[in-house]
């Protein structure tokens, strides 16, 4: 088991997307996004599959034996790895390890450098939806790039038929980072680009569309220029936050929100953001 650093490894030194491994369907969903994201960017893929040392000590005073674990550990990788494969990259393109350590703390300390991080969800119904899964709660503070997280039982098809991205955003403490990379994204893509943002506010419902048009177009025209050939329309509605974009995300092959750097250690993902992961009807991009 491995506890280096990714930047001793020479052949992760160019573009490279960063994948958790851990012998799911939600991980291999991971997987076959990430290979797709790497084959268009020409990037590594880097295949990660952590193994908790607070898991070695196991419970009741029960160890672990680690070689077991590691054995573990490089089935999933195997799996992984011919996951990729068979999405169209080619051998040279794909590097696993298996790093001792928390999931959620390899993938973050990993995720530097890196161009993407992708992460399985697994949450299918009921009280496992309040809790969308704790690595993913953790990496969408932690994450040093931005993040996908997609899951089997939401998303169980092929993404990317839709040619549609849809990026969210609040017109009063918009991230440009958000939309420069939603566009970016679409472009590299060939699809179109949905800006959407929901407003609360009932009253006086023409005068708020108004002011959060004029915000969105203020903040768009510089990138509109850096990204000419992506279809951009922007949809602003009134309700709730949550339900408009799940419903959003039922329409698009991806879904992207901006995540505010966290200020204290800690998870802090808000309510809306919790909610709409755990309910999302397709991958959701994480962008700081």
């Known amino acids: 088991m491995s506890s280096d650093s990714v930047h001793e490894s020479p052949e992760l030194s160019g573009p490279r997307v960063l994948v ?3 012998g ?12 797709r994201a790497a084959r268009l960017g020409r990037a590594t893929l880097h ?6 040392d607070a898991v070695m000590a196991g419970a009741w005073g029960v160890v672990y034996d680690p070689s077991a674990l590691q054995e573990a550990g490089e089935h999933a990788n195997q799996a992984a790895r011919a996951a990729a494969l068979e999405a169209g990259l080619d051998a040279q393109q794909v590097h696993d390890e298996v790093v001792l350590g928390n999931a ?3 993938l973050a300390r990993l995720s530097e450098g890196a161009d993407l991080l992708v992460t399985g969800r697994r949450s299918v119904s009921g009280l496992e939806r309040m809790f969308i899964g704790s690595t993913s709660v953790a990496l969408a503070d932690a994450a040093q ?3 996908v997280v997609i899951s089997a039982a939401a998303t169980p098809g092929a993404t990317g038929g839709q040619n549609h991205i849809a990026v969210g955003i609040d017109a009063e403490s918009h991230s440009p980072n958000t ?3 939603a566009l970016a994204e679409a472009e590299a893509r ?5 800006v959407a943002h929901v407003s609360r506010q009932e009253g006086r419902a023409g005068q708020v569309d108004e002011v959060a048009r004029r915000a969105i177009d203020e903040l768009l025209e510089p990138l509109r220029v850096s990204h000419p050939l992506v279809d951009v329309q922007v949809q602003v509605s009134h309700g709730n936050p949550v339900d408009e974009l799940v419903d959003l995300s039922g329409q698009v092959d991806l879904l992207v929100l901006g995540v505010q750097r966290p200020k204290l250690l800690g998870i802090h993902l808000g309510g809306v953001m919790r909610a709409v992961l755990a309910h999302a009807q397709s991958p ?3 962008v700081k």
């Open 20 to 22: 958790g491994v851990d």
């Open 24 to 35: 799911s369907e939600d991980g291999l969903r991971a997987v076959r996004y990430g290979a």
């Open 47 to 52: 295949l990660v599959h952590a193994v908790d």
């Open 104 to 106: 959620a703390a390899v």
């Open 145 to 147: 790039c931005p993040l």
């Open 179 to 181: 939309l420069g990379w």
């Open 190 to 194: 060939g699809a179109r680009l949905t």
């Open 284 to 286: 959701v991009a994480l």
